[in-house]
C-alpha cells in the first residue's frame, strides 16, 4: 500500500513539473515551487537538492541517479534525454504518463485481487467469531469475546508470525542474484499465476519501450532499460539479450524474435509497428493488450477462489457446531 502511494505521489509530482514547465517556468522555479508540497520526506528531499543543483548549473537527471530506490533508471534516462534535446516539458510529461500507467496497474491487481483477501480473512476470522458467539449467546458476553481475543491471538502467533518470517527469509534471499533468479523462474512456472507474471511482465517492457523509444533514447539503451523495468530477472536477461543483435543491425523484430515469451500475434505487431514508422504506438498497443489479458486471467482466478473459499468456510463453520453439538448433548446424556 505504502509504495502504491508513493507511486502515485511521484507521478502527480512529475505531472505537475510537466505543466509548470510547459507553461513556461524554469526547472528550478518549479522545483523550488514544488519542494515544500511534497507528499514523503524522500521524495521532498530529491527535490530540494533538484533544485539547489539545478541552481548551481546542474541537471536534474543527476540527482535522480543518486536516488535509484525512488527513480528507475528508465525515469532518469528519459528525463536526461530531455534535458539533451531541450524538450524536458515532454520528458516529464512521458514520465508522468507512464508512472500513471504503472499506477493504475497496480490499482487493477488490488481491485481484482480484493474479494480473495477478504475471503481469506473470512477464514480465520469466522472460526475464532463462532465459538465467541456461541458463549455469548449462552449469556456469557465477556467470556465470550475473550474467546474471540483468545483465539484471533493464536491465529496472529501461529500464522502471522510464520509468514512475515518466510516474507523476511523470501526479501533477504531475494537480493542474492542466483536465489532472485530462483524465485522468478519458480513463479513463471505456477499454474495460471506465471501466466499472469509473464503478461504482466511482458506490459512493462512494452510500455517502457513505447516511452523511452518516442523519447528518443537509443534503441539498444531503451531494449535495456525496458527490459530492466519488467520486474522478473528471467525474462529481464532473455530480453536484454536481444541488444546486441540490435547493436550489430538486427531489426527489433528479429532481435526479439529469438525469444520464446513473445507470441505471433506481438511479433506481427511488432513488425507492423516497424514497417509503418510507429513502433512507439504499436508497443503502447501491445502493452494495453498483455495488461486486459492480465487482467482477465487475474479476474478468473479470483473468480475461482470465490467458491473455493466459501468450500472452505463452510467446512470449518460445519466442523465447529458438530462439535459443539456433540460436547453439548454428550453433557444431557451425562
Not at 43 to 65: D, K, M, N, T, Y
Not at 169 to 176: A, E, F, H, N, V
Not at 271 to 277: A, C, F, L, N, R
Request: hydrophobic share 50%.
Amino acid at each position: 500500500m505504502l509504495a502504491i502511494f508513493r507511486l502515485e505521489q511521484k507521478s502527480s509530482t512529475i505531472r505537475e513539473l510537466a505543466t509548470m514547465l510547459k507553461a513556461g517556468m524554469a526547472l528550478g522555479e518549479a522545483l523550488n515551487v514544488l519542494k515544500q508540497r511534497a507528499a514523503y520526506p524522500q521524495l521532498q528531499q530529491v527535490i530540494r537538492e533538484g533544485a539547489e543543483h539545478v541552481a548551481a548549473g546542474g541537471s536534474f537527471s543527476e540527482v535522480l541517479a543518486e536516488y535509484p530506490e525512488e527513480f528507475s533508471e528508465l525515469t532518469t534516462a528519459v528525463i536526461a534525454m530531455g534535458e539533451q534535446t531541450g524538450r524536458l516539458d515532454e520528458a516529464f510529461a512521458q514520465v508522468a504518463t507512464y508512472l500513471e500507467r504503472e499506477y493504475s496497474l497496480r490499482q487493477m491487481i488490488m481491485r481484482e485481487t480484493f474479494y480473495p483477501k477478504v475471503l481469506l480473512v473470512c477464514c480465520i476470522i469466522i472460526p475464532c467469531a463462532i465459538p465467541a458467539l456461541i458463549e455469548a449467546l449462552r449469556g456469557s458476553v465477556w467470556l465470550g469475546l475473550w474467546i474471540f481475543i483468545k483465539n484471533v491471538s493464536k491465529w496472529a502467533l501461529g500464522l502471522g508470525i510464520p509468514i512475515y518470517l518466510a516474507y523476511l527469509i523470501y526479501r533477504s534471499l531475494g537480493k542474492g542474484k542466483q536465489m532472485r533468479e530462483g524465485l522468478d523462474s519458480l513463479k513463471l512456472h505456477i499454474p495460471l499465476l506465471g501466466a499472469v507474471v509473464r503478461r504482466l511482465a511482458l506490459a512493462k517492457f512494452a510500455r517502457a519501450l513505447s516511452y523511452t523509444y518516442s523519447a528518443g533514447v537509443p534503441m539498444a539503451q531503451a531494449i535495456t532499460l525496458s527490459a530492466s523495468a519488467m520486474g522478473n530477472s528471467i525474462l529481464e536477461r532473455r530480453f536484454k539479450s536481444a541488444v546486441p543483435l540490435v547493436q550489430r543491425g538486427y531489426k527489433l523484430s528479429e532481435a526479439l524474435g529469438k525469444a520464446p515469451d513473445v507470441d505471433d500475434m506481438a511479433m506481427h505487431m511488432l513488425q507492423t509497428g516497424e514497417q509503418t514508422g510507429e513502433l512507439d504506438a504499436t508497443m503502447e498497443c501491445l502493452a494495453d493488450h498483455f495488461e486486459q489479458a492480465a487482467a482477465t486471467s487475474i479476474h478468473r482466478m479470483a473468480i475461482m477462489a470465490l467458491p473455493i473459499g466459501v468450500i472452505f468456510v463452510g467446512i470449518i463453520v460445519a466442523y465447529i457446531l458438530i462439535q459443539f453439538y456433540v460436547g453439548y448433548f454428550g453433557q444431557l446424556l451425562e
